[in-house]
Structure formats: structure tokens, C-alpha cells
């Protein structure tokens, strides 16, 4: 279970993604139903001014003993020299995942996991702009430069500045459920998911579109169960069908099928959490149809079942319990 975790703030430490991790982690949100974490920024010289890439300085309260008994430790994008992250730290990162806790990176934070040797033998991302070079300084990571973020054994590596958010819902996602992520996205005002990839946001000009389709994606969103193919979605957008999934593609950076696919999934999980329908009628509620192909959706996606899904993650302890 996702409790106790340790930001590790490095010199020249990027403020926007540090940040981040305050914001998802470090804020008691109780009030509203969501999570509260034992939260504790860390770094290689408490009680000393460390600067950061936002123009101002900072001063932290842990040593990186702090780790010690973190059960998620985050690694924010950093400015130091290659080679140059104190070998005590690098050493309580490894300590930490050696003993099960979950690591995560948040864009060039995924260079301090490689000197750590956690990318070894992994898939791992990182910012767009730094890919190359990630993949060129730790050849025996895979680096996926397409995607937002990358799990791969209780490692996490978030692409780019907001991507970070995206990470740590995914963790607060798997470890404590839909309904705690989506009510940290709630009050932060972002998605709770997005689908796609960065290679959304690579440097390349598109042409200038007055609309968009997001009236389109609320109205989906209020008719998972409905008939979401190309055709009727095409319809309704004044479209011919050609264009429109060029145009969704573009704006979500998924297919229409696989984007309703993943929304019925984390609309499933949240009558799970929330309530005692059974699975037939969750899968009906959410555009699945029958409870086959929810398990065939949950699995593909989350790697369980649905009622392995709802004891977990239950709010009713009856169900926890069974």
C-alpha cells in the first residue's frame, strides 16, 4: 500500500516538476474523499540553500535517509553535470527499490535512475528532447520517446514537465484506485487520465483548427453506453469518417476504439469502487455489454479481473474482506 513518500530534490532541481509530486502527494485531500500521504521532500544537503532551474532556491529538511522507509520514492527533473549525483543517493534509491518500494522519474529525472542502474534492462522514457541521449548514455534501457509514461517493475519514468502528473495518477491509480486518483485530478483541474502519447507535442507545425473536439469527448463521456463507432461519432461531428479519426487521432493521439475502450475501463472501476452492482451490470452500464468482455478489457488493460479489482479497492469492507 502507497503511504510514506520521499521527493528527492537534486541541485538545479526543475521546479514545475517538483512541484508535481508536492502537489499529488504532498497535500492532505481527506476533506474530499482523497488520499493522505506521509510526504517528505529529501536531498543530499538538508538545512542547506540547493538552486533551482526556476531562478529561486530552496532548503529541504530530510537527508536522503529519508528513503529508507518510503514506500515511493520520486525523482524530479534535475540540472547536474552527468555522473555527478551524490553516490550516497544513488545508493538509497537502489536500497529503496531493492526492498520493494516503487521509483518514479519525472522527465530528466529518468537520467539519475540510469547512474542508479534501475533502467537496466527496462523500458524507460523521458522527455522528447532527451530521449536520444538517455538512450545513448544507458544502452541497456529500451527508451520509448513516444509515450507518456513507462512502468516496468515498480520503476516508473514519466516523459515531460506535465507528463509527471500523469505518472503519479497512474501510481496513485494502481496502488489505491480510481477513485483516489480521480480525486486528486479533481482538485488539481486535470484529467485523470489522458490517452495518447508525447509524440503529440513534438515540434512539428500542424494547421490551425478553430474547433476542437472536446463538446464531442464530454458527450461521449455521458454515453459510454451507447453506440461509440466511427460512423455515429463521425456523424455527429459533421464529418466524413476519414477525416474525423485522422482529427481524433490528432487531437487525443489514439484511435477512437482504443479511447472509448479505456474510458469504459475506468468507468468500471469506478462502479466497482463505489458501488455493489454486479459485474453484468457494470459491464452494461459501461458500453461493454456483457461481463466477458469486461474481463477481456480489465485484463488487457489493468492485468486483473474485475472482482479482484472490487476486493481490493471496495469501499464497502465487506467486500474488501472477502
Partial sequence: MLRTVAVLALPNAAAFELGTACEVFGIDRSDTGGPRFDFRVCGPTPGVAMP?????????DHGVEAMRDADLVVVPAYGMPQGTVPAEVLQGMRDAHERGAWILSICSG????????????????????????????FPSATVDPDVLYVEDGRVITGAGTAAG??????????????????????????????DGGQAQYVDTPLPPQ?????????????????????????????????????????????????????????RAQELLERTAAPVEEIARRCGFGTA????HHFARTLGTTPLAYRRRFSCDPADQAS
Fill in 292 to 295: 466477458a468482455l469486461l474481463r
Fill in 110 to 137: 529518468a537520467f539519475a535512475l540510469g547512474e542508479a542502474g534501475l533502467l537496466d534492462g527496462r523500458r524507460c522514457t523521458t522527455h522528447w528532447m532527451h530521449a536520444a541521449a538517455l538512450a545513448q548514455r
Fill in 52 to 60: 533551482t532551474k526556476g531562478g529561486f532556491a530552496i532548503v529541504v
Fill in 210 to 266: 478553430a474547433d476542437t473536439l472536446a463538446p464531442l469527448l464530454a458527450w461521449m463521456l455521458e454515453h459510454l453506453d451507447d453506440d461509440l463507432g466511427v460512423p455515429v461519432l463521425a456523424a455527429r461531428a459533421l464529418m466524413s469518417e476519414r477525416t474525423f479519426a485522422r482529427r481524433f487521432r490528432s487531437e487525443t493521439g489514439s484511435t477512437p476504439a482504443a479511447w472509448v475502450a479505456r474510458q469504459r475501463v475506468a
Fill in 165 to 194: 502528473i500523469d505518472a503519479c495518477l497512474h501510481l496513485v491509480r494502481r496502488e489505491l484506485g480510481a477513485a483516489a486518483a480521480t480525486s486528486i485530478a479533481r482538485r488539481m483541474v486535470v484529467p485523470p487520465q489522458r
